[in-house]
C-alpha cells in the first residue's frame, strides 16, 4: 500500500513536470531533428525546462552508421505525414545528416512544412548539402546550402529595428554584447525577413520568410548553435540566461500566439517551478529510502501528492503568461514542500537511528558471546578435565 501511493506520487510528479495535468492544449510539442545531443545543441535543455514546450528528438548526427540512422528513424520519426502534422506544433532542424532519407520522407517534410503551415528552424552546417536537391528546400530563407564559409572569430548580435518587438527585448538586457566564437555566410532569399545580424562581419544573422501562403513561417540562422554564445561551452555557462527566451518569443510568433511580455517575470517563474521540480525528486528519494527500511511514509507521500493540484494551477497562470499569479502560488507550494521536507529527513533520521541501534545490538551481542566463549574455554576451561598420567612400574 505505502509503495502505491509512493509511486503514486512519483507519476504525478512526472505528470506535473510535463505539464499534463490539465494544460495539454496550452503547451507547444516540438521535433528535433538531427545533431541534437545536450551539450552542442541548446534545444533539448530549453524545451527540457520550459513548461511551455515538449519535443521528441530524432538524433541524426555524424558518425551514425545507415542501419543506427534508420533504427533512430523506426524510434522516432512520425510514421506518416497525417501523424506529424497533428502530433507537432513546430520542427527544428540542427545539422542532420538525412542521406539515408526515404523519398517519402522528404514528401513529409515537404507537405508538414509548406502544406500544413507548421513552422520551421533551420541551423545547417557544411555537411548538409544535400538538402540542396531536396524538394522541401524550397521551403527555406537561404537560397544557398552549404554556407557561405564558416569563420573562427568573436561575434555578436545586432538586432535590426523597425522590426515586429519578437527580439528586441533582448537589446536592454544586453544580449548584444554576448560574444560568440564563430559562424557562418548566409544569403537570405529576395523576400525574406532579416532580423538580426553578426558583428562586425555585418552579414545577416537571423532570417525568416513563408514561401507562399500555406506554408509555416522558416527561419534560418548563420551561427550553427555556437556553443559559446549559447552558452553552451564550460567556460560560458550562463553568458547568455535569455537565450531560453529569444527561441520562445520565436516560437510563439511563428505560431501566431502572444509574445512573452514580461521576460524577467517569466524567468522567476519558471525558475521556480524548475527549483520544486528538483526538490520534490530529493523528497521523494528520501521516502523511497526510508521506506525501504519499514517507514511509515503514506501521510507524507499523500501530502507530497497534494500539492500537485496547486502546481498544475501554477502551470496554468504560467502558460497564460500570468507570471506574478504563478510566483505567488510556487512560493506557497514551495513552503508546503519545505515543511513535507523537513519531515521526510526527521522520518529518514528515525530509520536511520533503528538501523544503528540494531547494527550495535547485533555487534555488542556478538562481542559479548565471543568474549564470554573464549573466557571459558581458554580461561575458566570448564570443559577441560586434567589428564591423567600412567606411571610404569618396575617388574618385581
Known amino acids: 500500500m505505502k509503495r502505491g501511493i509512493l509511486v503514486a506520487a512519483i507519476v504525478c510528479s512526472v505528470f506535473v513536470s510535463d505539464g499534463l495535468a490539465g494544460t495539454g492544449e496550452k503547451r507547444i510539442s516540438c521535433f528535433l531533428l538531427g545533431s541534437v545531443t545536450p551539450g552542442i ?18 538524433w541524426q548526427p555524424s558518425g551514425l552508421t545507415l542501419e543506427e540512422r534508420r533504427k533512430m528513424d523506426r524510434l522516432y520519426y512520425p510514421r506518416s505525414k497525417e501523424m506529424f502534422s497533428e502530433k507537432y506544433d513546430m520542427v527544428f532542424f540542427y545539422d542532420p545528416r538525412i542521406d539515408h532519407f526515404t523519398t517519402r520522407q522528404f514528401a513529409d517534410l515537404e507537405y508538414v512544412c509548406r502544406e500544413a503551415g507548421m513552422p520551421s528552424l533551420w541551423a545547417l552546417s557544411h555537411g548538409a548539402e544535400m538538402w540542396y536537391t531536396a524538394t522541401v528546400f524550397d521551403v527555406l530563407p537561404i537560397s544557398t546550402i552549404p554556407l557561405e564559409g564558416y569563420f573562427h572569430r568573436p561575434w555578436r548580435v545586432a538586432f535590426r529595428e523597425g522590426r515586429e518587438p519578437v527580439f528586441t527585448p533582448f537589446v536592454a538586457l544586453g ?58 561551452a564550460p567556460e560560458t555557462r550562463g553568458s547568455n540566461p535569455y ?143 586434567a589428564v591423567g598420567t600412567t606411571r610404569l612400574q618396575l617388574a618385581s
Open 175 to 232: 544580449m548584444e554584447s554576448v560574444v560568440g566564437e564563430a559562424y557562418a555566410g548566409m544569403e537570405p532569399r529576395q523576400g525574406a525577413v532579416v532580423w538580426a545580424d553578426i558583428e562586425p562581419a555585418d552579414t545577416p544573422w537571423l532570417a525568416s520568410w513563408k514561401v507562399d501562403l500555406r506554408a509555416g513561417l522558416s527561419w534560418a540562422t548563420a551561427d550553427e548553435f555556437d556553443v559559446t554564445w549559447w552558452g553552451l
Open 243 to 385: 537565450a531560453i527566451d529569444l527561441i520562445t518569443n520565436l516560437v510563439l510568433y511563428s505560431l501566431d500566439r502572444d509574445l512573452v511580455q514580461d521576460i524577467l517575470a517569466r524567468r522567476d517563474a519558471r525558475s521556480r517551478i524548475s527549483t520544486f521540480r528538483s526538490k520534490k525528486l530529493v523528497v521523494i528519494a528520501m521516502l523511497e529510502w526510508a521506506d525501504s527500511f519499514g517507514a511509515n511514509t503514506l501521510s507524507l507521500s499523500e501530502a507530497l501528492t497534494g500539492l500537485d493540484g496547486d502546481v498544475g494551477v501554477a502551470l496554468d497562470y504560467f502558460l497564460d503568461q500570468e507570471y506574478d499569479a504563478s510566483i505567488s502560488l510556487m512560493d506557497e507550494v514551495s513552503l508546503g514542500l519545505d515543511s513535507i521536507a523537513e519531515q521526510a529527513v526527521r522520518l529518514k533520521d528515525e530509520a536511520l537511528f533503528w538501523v544503528f541501534v540494531l547494527e550495535w545490538l547485533v555487534v555488542t551481542s556478538t562481542a559479548v558471546i565471543a568474549g564470554f566463549v573464549i573466557w571459558s574455554l581458554m580461561i575458566r576451561r570448564r570443559i577441560y578435565r
Open 41 to 58: 545543441c541548446p534545444l533539448p535543455h530549453f524545451f527540457s525546462e520550459d513548461p511551455l514546450f515538449t519535443y521528441v528528438a530524432d
